[in-house]
């Protein structure tokens, strides 16, 4: 059974409420508020230095902001800060610090005022104790060995107190002693105090708070230290107290004092191996500890009444004891000062003047002393004052104390008592700071000199620091914030770090609280404090101070403190155990683009990697983290479906289709979704499906992303992610690899599966490659390509990568290897740091612009590239193209092969090819013969199909004839789909097919980037994939051969046989403008084939002897044909099935047979190409010409006379000498004849661009002229042709008149019936003429009229007089021509005639 | 790894900042020995809130003829810095060693006018953003040659 009495609560809670009177020297009444009472063991040891440190650092740390506190909000300038307004660290820390402070011998403040001395009632002689113990209080003041617990004045006064535990001891027995002791020492010196009135931990119903508890915990570790040597005694000491503490906040005031004063004391039951002394005070918990096992509350035994009993013996205790010995000493002091004052004050002056000279080397003495501390005598007079002084302060008195003070400090000064003097400035600068009604103004100065006194001369740095506390907090109250921050600063010093800090941060503090609060030097002493708090091992503190200066320091530019911040803020948080916070910091400093050196970012980057290590040790089972590093550039990430491309294997080319390394042309892939779309409207019968996506192989940033992409199942997925290092320290990856979800679903059986995350397990629905290593280099960008084989049908979410994140060993060298060698070798040292982690990748779509909400608002589009849905097997076509030449001559034929492999497991069928240039190449048409003969066979034959001729035959033409239809063209719809004529419509798997394939240089010289797109189905229809395509872009480059021009005039002669005027000559003229050097030598032209639904070639008419034509370079050559009508021509009346003549002239022994592939084929290509251009044209005048209908009747008619449809081809065969051999090539060129008269050419000459165009301001007058045939096409009505002899004989000297007959056929070339009028009449414009061609004259009718039908050819007999011989022209008849049921009139002259010269002899 | 702050090392130093008016963020810092950068950045940033109160201090209506330098913000042992704010209120900050005795109040002046004047011809750059990050190469070289001098 323990007793238990403690007094701390009791003094706190009731003298405080109380306001005590007392009298002060001059008899004023002065009253004392809150006055409290400090209650300490009478053996108490000043506190050892490193312990009080200790105590200092556990107090600190111990004291925490509070979890939920609110902080408050700053806001100063654009500043929004969270900063907590109180610091209780800070007080507990300064609370403590002035408690630890040892009782010094120049301050009386924590000196001992009186004595109070407990025996038990339960002591068999109390008296005898009571006698016992106050001898032995006597004993430790006054001998010498006891230095420590200091006493105000020497007669300290004894207090008795008969302790008497109601339990256990008898009531009468106490009483008959406390009436003894009233008697020996005065009511006013002795009280008994009975508690304990209830058993001791029996019937806890009557609850009732620890008194204690909130004061032991200090207190043990407080007292640790003292409490080893106390067997002794119950002694205790009061001393009142009253530390100053600024006026306005009692708060802290009360935290001030409280434990400064309050003291547990416990009463342990005597046991009987203790030396007779009975009570013996221990500290609390460390004795309780050993007793009760589970620390059981204290004061368990009191009672209410016990309490208030108490509390009523303080209250006792201090009017009865206390106050009154203080009141009287204070008189006796003031006593004796005013006995002294006027004594003194003369004496001293006087003493000092007449021993002036004396004094000086006493003077230097005190000087020397000084500075170690010059020492009074304990009774000194000097000394009195401030004794005074010190308890009027204590008593509340401040402006006695003042004044005492202010008194003590003058003589201190005189003396040269720095020690002293400073403490009586300090002291007197607080009590009037203190004062009531403040009539004086602080004197601020006082403390400055105190602190610099204890600062420099008495290098007592804890009296300074005390000094500052204090005065910081008084300045702070009076919102003199800079100079306490001022003053704060100048404290902080090597010595201490924990001081340090705490006073960087308050004077932190104090900057934040000015009127215009000092943001950044409140966040620069921050950081001070914290780098102090973290030297002095106050890690939390440390984090805490950092993070509050972040908030400052944050974005705004300020890289440098901000890495180092967040730096320090990792380290601290990793220390203490925060992770989160620790990678959060750490994330932060890599991932801004840091500007720190290499090296600090390496040092950066592991300890980075150290604390995520730590991380994801802590929880292996969490999920992955999300990493940093690298940056993903997740909208260049591309996504490729397919597998990689074949390299070529020899001769054969594999077809280029699509891949990753290609850049992205947006041009070019429109073209190709073009090309897509002709193919599937052609296969659908010129509808495009609604549901027609464009094949895409290739997925990026520019592609229509909007839809799910499709991949094939065992196809690959290939997704290729960018990668950008910030650091300037390498990176490794390894095992770097796809994350996915995978959802299976049969697409024909229509149930959804379940979904799979994360499969890297399970490579039976997916198989991913991952990458062992991928080493990014310092501020390096690179891609990294992934592949994922989906073995399921169903749909596919790509998530992200996973990666483990390290870095490279440095460019150290390891046991002397060096580590470039291991760099080349590509296998880099990682230096085991890593750390598994994924990394997102979220592509954003493109924004939508479409609706105005959707413009007025910022939104974006979905972006599916990383979500495929796989879907069943289709076929896999593969092309190669064998003998595929990279240059051609214009219009050079060439023959190469194309091998169709189908590489999967599905039969693939509907092959087609298109190209927006279907004239390049050509599969044959259906004539031709489908099993081609190998390609190594067919080398240096001749691509055409030849027949030998009969030299004979030569100049002949050889006819033949075909129909466009059989090469598929001509049919109208989209020339550019062309089926590939697959041996049975099908390839099945694994099966390939060699097709013979001829090309043709585009007649453009130059570079020409042709792009195939081979289309093909499976046999079986899928939901989800109708088709699929491959891609091929062949490069030809072309070289100039020959140009060619040629035209057609209508004949004049009309020896045809049956004397129809349908005869025409064709010119051609070819000219070589091949200029190139290598090798081609000349060209020779082996053919000429015409071809044409109504005219053919009938012979040529022969200019030179020359066999061949050759051509050299530059040369040029003409060639003349007729052309007649073919006798079929009736054929015109059924236009759609179109039947063209073929006839060949050939030069030499073979006949190229021009009707056959492949001549044929490209023939029919460049007439529809020619076809589709001047389609075109046509289409632009189609609205003029529909508004004159009517008029445009005539005129077609009028034009058609001069229509031709006469295509001419030129075949020919270069020479050319290539690496010393002789090589022969061939082709040929089309020259498509229009009109009569007009010149064509093998290649439509460039129109030059008009230069410059001047704008015009005004609308153009659109009032088209009416459709007017020009005279040229009126004067091909009618063809005139004269008949008569060439030359005549006659006698002049017989008959002086030659009359020779003429005929002037008349043959109408149009359509429709023409009226003609013929006038013979000499037209005499020029006499000249008439002189020339001298004179004849017409017979007969000299003007007719005539009607003319279609076709019609009329011969009208006309008669010549000519009266001299000589030579004249005959071609005077003018012809007019007008169509016959036109009213207006197009009365034109038709054509003249050449000259008909006519010779007249004489004979 | 990081070092705190200390007030020990040498500073033959000069480091002249701009900073723009709303955020206070630097435009431009340049430091001699670049091994102690990190100290000059948070001297730099705590001298703007002595540039602050000196700015307030003149009161408003002297804003227009008022001087631009604002002359020494603080001294401490080992170096001293001074500021300069313009009429739009970019501030400029110079850090100078303590121990170089050569500079007088009228150097610093006329090198905080050299510097207002190369800002005022950044600004006039059409393809400058204002409130980007300063580079310039005239701009840099006119500090080095300024540094030059200096150290």
Not at chain 1, 6 to 22: D, E, F
Not at chain 1, 290 to 297: A, E, I, R, Y
Not at chain 1, 955 to 983: K, W
């Amino acid at each position: 059974f323990s007793w238990k009495l403690v007094t701390p609560w009791n003094v706190r809670c009731y003298v405080k409420s109380i306001c005590v009177h007392m009298r002060d020297p001059n008899n004023q009444l002065h009253i004392i508020k809150n006055l409290k009472i400090a209650v300490n063991n009478i053996i108490t040891h000043p506190p050892q230095p490193g312990a009080i440190r200790k105590l200092l650092n556990d107090v600190v740390s111990v004291s925490q902001p509070a979890e939920g506190l609110v902080a408050n909000v700053i806001t100063a300038g654009d500043y929004d800060l969270n900063i907590s307004a109180t610091t209780p660290w800070f007080e507990s820390y300064r609370e403590c610090f002035l408690q630890s402070m040892p009782a010094s011998d120049h301050e009386f403040l924590n000196h001992y005022v009186a004595c109070m001395l407990v025996v038990s009632s339960s002591e068999p002689e109390p008296v005898e104790q009571f006698l016992k113990l106050s001898q032995e209080q006597h004993r430790i003041q006054h001998s010498s060995e006891y230095l420590y617990p200091k006493w105000f004045i020497p007669n300290t006064l004894k207090y008795y107190v008969l302790l008497h535990d109601v339990s256990t001891g008898e009531e009468q027995r106490a009483d008959s002693i406390y009436e003894e002791m009233k008697q020996r020492y005065g009511t006013q010196g002795c009280y008994l105090l009975k508690i304990n009135s209830r058993v001791s931990n029996r019937g806890m119903d009557e609850q009732i708070p620890d008194p204690w508890s909130q004061y032991l915990q200090k207190n043990t570790i407080q007292n640790q230290d003292c409490y080893e040597d106390c067997p002794y005694t119950v002694i205790s000491n009061k001393n009142t107290d009253h530390l100053i503490s600024d006026g306005l906040d009692s708060e802290i005031k009360d935290g001030l004092s409280n434990n400064f004063k309050t003291h547990p004391l416990q009463l342990d039951h005597p046991s009987g191996s203790l030396d007779s002394t009975d009570y013996v005070k221990a500290t609390a918990s460390l004795q309780d500890s050993k007793k009760s096992n589970s620390g059981t509350p204290h004061g368990a035994c009191l009672t209410l009444t016990d309490h208030d009993r108490i509390r009523q013996f303080i209250q006792e205790f201090t009017f009865r004891g206390l106050l009154p010995h203080i009141e009287k000493t204070i008189r006796q002091l003031n006593d004796q000062l005013i006995s002294r004052k006027g004594l003194s004050r003369s004496l001293f002056s006087a003493t000092k003047k007449w021993f002036s000279g004396s004094k000086v080397p006493e003077k230097s003495i005190n000087e020397l002393k000084n500075t170690s501390g010059l020492l009074y005598p304990p009774e000194a007079p000097e000394l009195q004052i401030r004794k005074m002084a010190d308890l009027c302060f204590l008593v509340q008195h401040y402006e006695l104390a003042y004044s005492c003070y202010h008194t003590a400090k003058k003589d201190f000064l005189n003396d040269q008592a720095m020690l002293y003097a400073a403490g009586a400035l300090e002291m007197a600068a607080v009590s009037a700071f203190l004062q009531p009604g403040a009539p004086r103004p602080y004197p601020a100065h006082y403390m400055e000199t105190a602190i610099q006194t204890y600062r420099d001369i008495c290098k007592n740095m804890v009296l300074a620091e005390r000094c500052v506390l204090l005065s910081a907090e008084i300045l702070k109250s009076q919102s003199k914030y800079s100079e306490a921050a001022a003053l704060l600063i100048r404290l902080t010093s090597e010595d201490s770090d924990l001081r340090s800090a705490l006073l960087l941060e308050q004077a932190a503090h104090c900057f934040i609280n000015m009127k215009s609060p000092m943001v950044r030097k409140f966040a620069f002493h921050m950081i001070l404090a914290g780098h102090r708090f973290s030297k002095a091992g106050q890690k939390k503190h440390a984090l805490r101070c950092y993070c509050q200066a972040m908030q400052v320091y944050k974005g705004k530019g300020w890289s440098l403190a901000e890495d180092h911040i967040n730096f320090t803020i990792g380290r601290q948080s990793f220390t203490l155990r925060q992770l989160d916070n620790a990678v959060s910091a750490f994330r932060h400093i890599l991932i801004n683009d840091s500007k720190q050196p290499p090296a600090q970012q390496g040092a950066f980057l592991r300890e980075y990697l150290y604390v995520y290590k730590n991380v994801t040790q802590l929880s292996p089972d969490g999920p992955l983290p999300q990493l940093p590093l690298p940056y993903i550039n997740s909208s260049a990430t591309r996504v490729f479906f397919g597998h990689d491309r074949r390299p070529a294997e020899g001769e054969k080319q594999a077809a280029t289709h699509v891949s990753l390394d290609q850049e992205y042309d947006s041009e070019s892939s429109q073209q190709w979704k073009e090309l897509e779309e002709q193919v599937v409207s052609v296969i659908n019968k010129g509808i495009i499906p609604s549901n027609f996506q464009p094949t895409q192989f290739c997925l990026n940033r520019y592609s229509d992303n909007s839809r799910f992409p499709l991949a094939v199942i065992e196809e690959p997925v290939t997704v290729e992610v960018s990668f950008r290092n910030p650091l300037k320290v390498p990176l490794l990856l390894t095992d770097l690899s796809l994350l996915w979800k995978f959802q299976p679903k049969d697409f024909n059986a229509k149930h959804d599966g379940e979904t799979k995350e994360l499969g890297a397990c399970d490579d039976d629905m997916i198989g991913a490659e991952a990458i062992a290593e991928f080493l990014i280099n310092s501020e390096e960008t690179k891609v990294a390509r992934l592949k994922l084989f989906p073995h399921q049908t169903g749909e596919l979410h790509i998530l992200g990568v996973v990666y483990n994140l390290g870095t490279v060993q440095g460019a150290v060298t390891l046991d002397g290897i060096d580590p470039s060698i291991g760099l080349q070798t590509g296998k880099f040292v990682s230096n085991g740091l890593s750390v598994r982690g994924r990394q997102d990748l979220e592509i954003q779509g493109p924004r939508l612009n479409n609706t105005k909400e959707e413009k007025t608002s910022i939104k974006y589009g979905p972006d599916r590239r990383l979500d495929p849905i796989i879907t069943e097997e289709m076929p896999l076509l593969e092309v190669f193209f064998i003998n595929f030449p990279t240059g051609l001559l214009c219009g050079e034929i060439r023959k190469a092969y194309v091998e169709f492999v189908n590489v999967s497991k599905c039969p693939l069928t509907a092959l087609k090819v298109v190209s927006k240039h279907p004239e390049f190449f050509t599969f044959g048409g259906n004539t031709a013969v489908l099993t081609p003969l190998s390609p190594s066979a067919s080398e240096n034959c001749s691509a055409y199909k030849t027949v030998v001729t009969d030299p004979t035959s030569v100049r002949t033409a050889l006819l033949s004839s075909a129909s466009s239809v059989d090469f598929g063209v001509g049919t109208g719809g989209q020339p550019e789909v062309i089926h590939v004529p697959l041996p049975d419509a099908v390839l099945l798997p694994g099966a390939s097919v060699q097709l013979p394939m001829w090309l043709r240089g585009p007649d453009e010289e130059g570079v020409h980037e042709i792009n195939f797109l081979f289309y093909y189905e499976s046999i079986k229809r899928h939901s989800k994939m109708c088709h699929r395509v491959l891609r091929h872009t062949a490069v030809i480059c072309t070289s100039r051969s020959l140009h060619i021009r040629a035209t057609v005039c209508r004949s004049n002669a009309l020896e045809d046989e049956e004397g129809r005027g349908d005869s025409m000559l064709m010119f051609v003229d070819v000219e070589n403008i091949n200029t190139s050097e290598t090798g081609v030598k000349e060209f020779h032209i082996v053919q000429v084939s015409s071809n044409s639904k109504h005219w053919k070639l009938q012979k040529s008419v022969k200019i030179s002897e020359d066999k061949d034509t050759k051509l050299a370079s530059r040369e040029r050559a003409k060639l003349c044909f007729k052309a007649v009508r073919c006798k079929n021509s009736e054929g015109r009346f059924c236009p759609e099935y179109e039947n063209y003549t073929f006839a060949d002239i050939v030069f030499g022994n073979e006949q190229i047979i021009s009707s056959a592939s492949p001549c044929a084929d490209f023939f029919f290509q460049s007439l529809s190409s020619e076809f589709k251009r001047t389609h075109v044209q046509s289409h632009a005048h189609a609205s003029q010409r529909a508004a004159k209908q009517s008029f445009d009747e005539t005129v077609r008619l009028i034009q058609q006379c001069s229509e031709v449809d006469l295509n001419v081809v030129v075949l020919w065969k270069a020479y050319v000498v290539e690496d010393n051999k002789q090589l022969i090539l061939e082709g040929q060129h089309h020259v498509a004849l229009n009109t009569v008269g007009k010149e064509a050419f093998s290649f439509p000459q460039k129109q030059e661009l008009p230069e410059m165009v001047l704008l015009k301001f005004f609308r153009p007058e659109n009032t088209p002229v009416p459709a007017r045939p020009t005279p040229e096409q009126l004067s091909n009505l009618i063809k005139t042709s004269l008949h008569y002899p060439e030359s005549f004989n006659h006698s002049f000297h017989q008959k002086s008149l030659c009359l020779v007959p003429v005929t002037l056929l008349l043959s109408n070339c149009s359509q429709a019936v023409v009226d003609v009028m013929i006038d013979l009449r000499h037209k005499t414009t020029s006499p000249e003429a008439l002189e020339i061609h001298g004179s004849f004259t017409w017979l007969g009718q000299t003007q007719y009229k005539l009607q003319l039908k279609s076709q019609e050819v009329y011969s009208l007999q006309l008669k010549a007089c000519f009266v001299h011989t000589g030579v004249y022209n005959l071609g005077t008849p003018r012809v007019f021509a007008k169509l016959a049921d036109q009213v207006t009139l197009f009365e034109t002259s038709q054509q003249n005639s050449m000259p008909a010269l006519i010779i007249i002899n004489n004979i | 790894m990081a070092s705190a702050v200390t007030y020990t090392a040498e500073w033959p130093v000069l480091v002249s900042i701009i900073f723009s008016p709303p955020q206070n963020y630097p435009l431009y810092i340049r430091s001699v020995p670049t091994e102690n950068e990190l100290k000059f950045h948070y001297t730099v940033h705590t001298s703007l809130d002595v540039v602050d109160e000196k700015i307030s201090a003149m009161g408003k209506a002297l804003v227009d003829q008022r001087e631009l330098y604002l002359g020494l913000l603080y001294p401490t042992e080992d170096y001293k810095v001074y500021g300069y704010v313009t009429n739009s209120k970019v501030k400029f900050v110079m850090v100078v060693d303590s121990s170089n005795t050569a500079l007088r109040d009228n150097e610093i002046r006329s090198m905080f006018r050299k510097l207002h004047n190369s800002y005022t011809d950044i600004m006039c750059n059409p393809f400058y953003n204002p409130g980007d990050r300063i580079h310039s190469r005239a701009f840099d070289n006119m500090v080095n040659s300024m540094m030059m001098q200096v150290c």
